[in-house]
Nanobody, 119 residues
Framework: VQLVESGGGLVQPGGSLRLSCAAS????????MNWYRQAPGKERELVAE????????NYADSVKGRFTISRDNVKNTVYLQMNSLKPEDTAVYYC?????????????WGQGTQVTVSS
């Protein structure tokens, strides 16, 4: 499994960014995908999740109405469109997928992409 994020950067408050995560090494269309973020000094938190078909999505309360997760099962890519960005959205954003195993949940992570919201 390989997950490669891109699209991060520096943006002013109120601006927008679109993150991408290119996946390889597994049957992308068969698995749910997630975006997490981790701000300095804070725990990693789930931002958004999308079902394998794209038919179901879920968002953290802090980003509802501002962020949209989507996926392209032909391009093996998951996206996070971030609008109306706030300074508190500053974090490293990670793409994630997982497998359920008998011993628990096996997580796969990308390397992360930095998003900084600042004037």
């Amino acid at each position: 499994v390989q997950l490669v994020e891109s699209g991060g950067g520096l943006v002013q408050p109120g601006g927008s960014l679109r993150l991408s995560c290119a996946a390889s090494g597994f049957s992308f269309a068969s698995y749910d995908m997630n975006w997490y973020r981790q701000a300095p000094g804070k725990e990693r938190e789930l931002v958004a999740e999308i079902a394998s078909s794209g038919a179901r999505t879920n968002y953290a309360d802090s980003v509802k109405g501002r962020f949209t997760i989507s996926r392209d099962n032909v391009k093996n890519t998951v996206y996070l469109q971030m609008n109306s960005l706030k300074p508190e959205d500053t974090a490293v954003y990670y793409c994630n997928t997982f497998r359920i195993r008998s011993g628990g949940r096996l997580e796969y992570w990308g390397q992360g992409t930095q998003v900084t919201v600042s004037s």
